[in-house]
């Protein structure tokens, strides 16, 4: 049975983008092998450094995962922090990495354009990465293609580490590129993203979802003229929700012309509607439980600790780190 991991960040509201790019696939993936899902919090220190908002996020995105079909039953879920081994292999990797590995780096530079300030966490996020996916001898690491370059590192790191202790110490994992991911569009017409401030929340209702829907940037053609679906921001994220034949239904109005942006926004936001109605309302009882959500976060710590220190003794052994109690 293959191992899977893949962790996502506790840096903020979960948003279409998270789901259609990751989550869902997630939640498919629990069902073909022994899965990993972590909430990536030592990541989230490269952005966040407001500790109160940190835990938040975190609560905030167990929630999301167990109400839109995460089962701990059938996967080990847990917090990164909750395994200290990640930040200590980490550190192990960090010393076989050269400097200009890291600043070759494309997601980092692509996380300055967007705005975020450099530090020295966020400049070496992918050393942190791999040591997340080493921890458990992944065999899968799902991914878009955005992330390829980081499970690169992560083997190239591990090919160092082996070679230079002259075993197979770490597994090198396999890239599981996510091809049918959609790129979501969000509001504004970019790649939906925190970063822009252009996200739809997942599980967002009312009328601050309905702001959102009707937020969404279109162009000027009047209502009565004929449109184009494709080149539309709101017809590419109905695509997300609507079946084939109501694709082509919905094209079909904007192809014939007295269909306004107005009136798809508003076929967009009941699609949204209905298709989190169960979501939410389980989200809204796990809100009211958090005991039992604690719980199953703790339980998922205790599993991915034991499984870690399998991977870490080994290491702790070849590279000379021994403990008071191993002297003789």
Same mark, same amino acid.
């Given at each position: /049975?293959?191992?899977?991991?893949?962790?996502?960040?506790?840096?903020?509201?979960?948003?279409?983008?998270?789901?259609?790019?990751?989550?869902?696939?997630?939640?498919?993936?629990?069902?073909?092998?022994?899965?990993?899902?972590?909430?990536?919090?030592?990541?989230?220190?490269?952005?966040?450094?407001?500790?109160?908002?940190?835990?938040?996020?975190?609560?905030?995105?167990?929630?999301?995962?167990?109400?839109?079909?995460?089962?701990?039953?059938?996967?080990?879920?847990?917090?990164? @922090?909750?395994?200290? *081994?990640?930040?200590?292999?980490?550190?192990?990797?960090?010393?076989?990495?050269?400097?200009?590995?890291?600043?070759?780096?494309?997601?980092?530079?692509?996380?300055?354009?967007?705005?975020?300030?450099?530090?020295?966490?966020?400049?070496?996020?992918?050393?942190? *990465?791999?040591?997340?996916?080493?921890?458990?001898?992944? +065999?899968?690491?799902?991914?878009?293609?955005?992330?390829k370059q980081n499970i690169e590192i992560c083997r190239d790191l591990a090919?160092?580490?082996?070679?230079?202790?002259?075993?197979?110490?770490?597994?090198?994992?396999?890239?599981?590129?996510?091809? @049918?991911?959609?790129?979501?569009?969000?509001?504004?017409?970019?790649? /939906?993203?925190?970063?822009?401030?252009?996200?739809?929340?997942?599980?967002?209702?009312?009328?601050?979802?309905?702001?959102?829907?009707?937020?969404?940037?279109?162009? @000027?053609?009047?209502?009565?003229?004929?449109?184009?679906?494709?080149?539309?921001?709101?017809?590419?994220?109905?695509?997300?929700?609507?079946?084939?034949?109501?694709?082509?239904?919905?094209?079909?109005?904007?192809?014939?012309?007295?269909?306004?942006?107005?009136?798809?926004?508003?076929? %967009? %936001?009941?699609?949204?509607? +209905?298709?989190?109605?169960?979501?939410?309302?389980?989200?809204?009882? %796990?809100? *009211?439980?958090?005991?039992?959500?604690?719980?199953?976060?703790?339980?998922?710590?205790?599993?991915?600790?034991?499984?870690?220190?399998?991977?870490?003794?080994?290491?702790?052994?070849?590279?000379?780190?021994?403990? @008071?109690?191993?002297?003789?």
């Amino acid at each position: /049975m293959n191992t899977i991991l893949s962790g996502i960040q506790s840096s903020g509201k979960l948003h279409l983008g998270n789901y259609f790019g990751a989550l869902r696939q997630h939640i498919q993936m629990q069902e073909e092998g022994d899965a990993f899902y972590f909430i990536a919090n030592y990541h989230s220190l490269t952005s966040i450094n407001d500790g109160e908002e940190i835990r938040q996020n975190t609560i905030d995105v167990a929630l999301d995962y167990l109400a839109l079909g995460l089962d701990p039953d059938k996967a080990t879920f847990f917090v990164q @922090s909750d395994v200290p *081994q990640h930040a200590e292999l980490a550190w192990i990797l960090g010393t076989f990495c050269p400097v200009s590995l890291m600043e070759k780096g494309v997601a980092y530079k692509d996380k300055i354009q967007q705005g975020l300030k450099p530090n020295i966490g966020l400049f070496t996020y992918p050393i942190l *990465q791999a040591a997340d996916i080493l921890m458990y001898d992944a +065999d899968l690491v799902p991914v878009g293609k955005d992330q390829k370059q980081n499970i690169e590192i992560c083997r190239d790191l591990a090919g160092k580490f082996n070679h230079n202790y002259g075993e197979e110490l770490l597994k090198l994992p396999e890239p599981h590129i996510l091809e @049918s991911v959609a790129v979501v569009p969000g509001i504004d017409g970019q790649k /939906m993203s925190k970063s822009y401030d252009n996200t739809i929340g997942i599980f967002d209702e009312g009328k601050t979802l309905e702001k959102q829907v009707m937020s969404i940037q279109t162009d @000027s053609t009047p209502l009565d003229e004929p449109k184009d679906p494709e080149s539309c921001n709101v017809f590419a994220l109905i695509k997300l929700f609507a079946d084939e034949e109501k694709q082509n239904e919905i094209a079909q109005k904007y192809r014939d012309g007295g269909y306004g942006y107005g009136h798809a926004k508003k076929e %967009l %936001l009941a699609m949204i509607e +209905d298709y989190f109605a169960e979501a939410r309302a389980k989200r809204k009882e %796990l809100a *009211q439980d958090l005991d039992t959500v604690r719980d199953i976060l703790s339980e998922g710590g205790k599993k991915a600790r034991a499984r870690a220190e399998k991977v870490m003794e080994p290491v702790r052994e070849a590279t000379g780190l021994l403990k @008071s109690y191993d002297f003789k």
